[in-house]
């Protein structure tokens, strides 16, 4: 196993994802609905014989000690479900009990997972499992839930990947399939192919959709926010 690279410094209050994706649109979305800068968007790495590597693994790995920091006040922890939610919240569940955090709940709430410990040694924690604590999938799924509703292009770039898919012509994998139609959708949109978290912030795809409303109720509870007012 890679060994897991010492966290910085950390900041009082933070927010692991697995990559780069996943810190810009959440970034988007917060700029969008002003929520206050109070915390930091992280993407853990840890040190392997082929360098650094990203992704859920190095996040797991390096949680232990990243919750020892002595100023770490809260920790929110965003993954995907992948295809096994339920394995997914296990593995999420058993590395947070062998820390310390009791009460977990068997499967995680659909509004998301907030904690905090008695304890007062332990910081505040919170779980969200991409797209929607409900369902597997990935940050993917999530933003094809931020498509506007009605909108003609997302049944034509599901019919054409179904097709191919078909034929066998796909060079992804199925398990890739929510990635190639989001980024397919985008590249058909007025400025083609524009990352996930730009498309958030030009209002290309929409962010008062269910989904979203509640991944940032999720934000505001952890992290004990209250929006910005709009200037």
Same mark, same amino acid.
């Given at each position: 196993?890679?060994?897991?690279?010492?966290?910085?410094?950390?900041?009082?209050?933070?927010?692991?994802?697995?990559?780069?994706?996943?810190?810009?649109?959440?970034?988007?979305?917060?700029?969008?609905?002003?929520?206050?800068? @109070?915390?930091?968007?992280? +993407?853990?790495?840890?040190?392997?014989?082929?360098?650094?590597?990203?992704?859920?693994?190095?996040?797991?790995?390096?949680?232990?000690?990243?919750?020892?920091?002595?100023?770490?006040?809260?920790?929110? !922890? +965003? +993954?995907?479900?992948?295809?096994?939610?339920?394995?997914?919240?296990?593995?999420?569940?058993?590395?947070?009990?062998?820390?310390?955090?009791?009460?977990?709940?068997?499967?995680?709430?659909?509004?998301?997972?907030?904690?905090?410990?008695?304890?007062?040694?332990?910081?505040?924690?919170?779980?969200?499992?991409?797209?929607?604590? *409900?369902?597997?999938?990935?940050?993917?799924?999530?933003?094809?839930?931020?498509?506007?509703?009605?909108? @003609?292009?997302?049944?034509?770039?599901?019919?054409?990947?179904?097709?191919?898919?078909?034929?066998?012509?796909?060079?992804?994998?199925?398990?890739?399939?929510?990635?190639?139609?989001?980024?397919?959708?985008?590249?058909? *949109?007025?400025?083609?192919?524009?990352?996930?978290?730009?498309?958030?912030?030009?209002?290309?795809?929409?962010?008062?959709?269910?989904?979203?409303?509640?991944?940032?109720?999720?934000?505001?509870?952890?992290?004990?926010? !209250?929006?910005?007012?709009?200037?």
């Amino acid at each position: 196993m890679p060994k897991a690279r010492k966290p910085p410094q950390s900041k009082p209050q933070q927010l692991l994802v697995e990559g780069k994706n996943d810190r810009h649109v959440i970034w988007a979305l917060c700029q969008q609905y002003q929520l206050p800068e @109070t915390f930091s968007v992280e +993407v853990p790495q840890e040190e392997g014989r082929e360098g650094s590597t990203e992704g859920v693994e190095a996040l797991l790995n390096g949680l232990p000690e990243r919750l020892k920091a002595e100023n770490l006040r809260t920790l929110g !922890i +965003v +993954v995907d479900a992948d295809r096994n939610l339920s394995g997914r919240w296990q593995s999420l569940k058993d590395k947070l009990s062998s820390i310390g955090y009791r009460d977990i709940p068997q499967s995680p709430p659909p509004e998301g997972w907030v904690c905090t410990p008695s304890d007062p040694y332990l910081p505040r924690v919170g779980v969200w499992l991409m797209p929607n604590n *409900q369902l597997p999938g990935m940050l993917e799924d999530f933003v094809a839930y931020l498509i506007p509703p009605g909108d @003609t292009l997302h049944p034509k770039a599901e019919a054409i990947l179904q097709e191919i898919e078909q034929a066998g012509l796909n060079r992804y994998t199925l398990t890739h399939h929510p990635k190639a139609l989001i980024h397919t959708w985008l590249a058909w *949109q007025k400025t083609p192919a524009m990352p996930m978290g730009q498309a958030i912030t030009a209002q290309v795809l929409r962010c008062d959709c269910p989904i979203a409303l509640i991944f940032i109720e999720w934000l505001k509870h952890l992290f004990e926010l !209250i929006a910005r007012s709009a200037e």
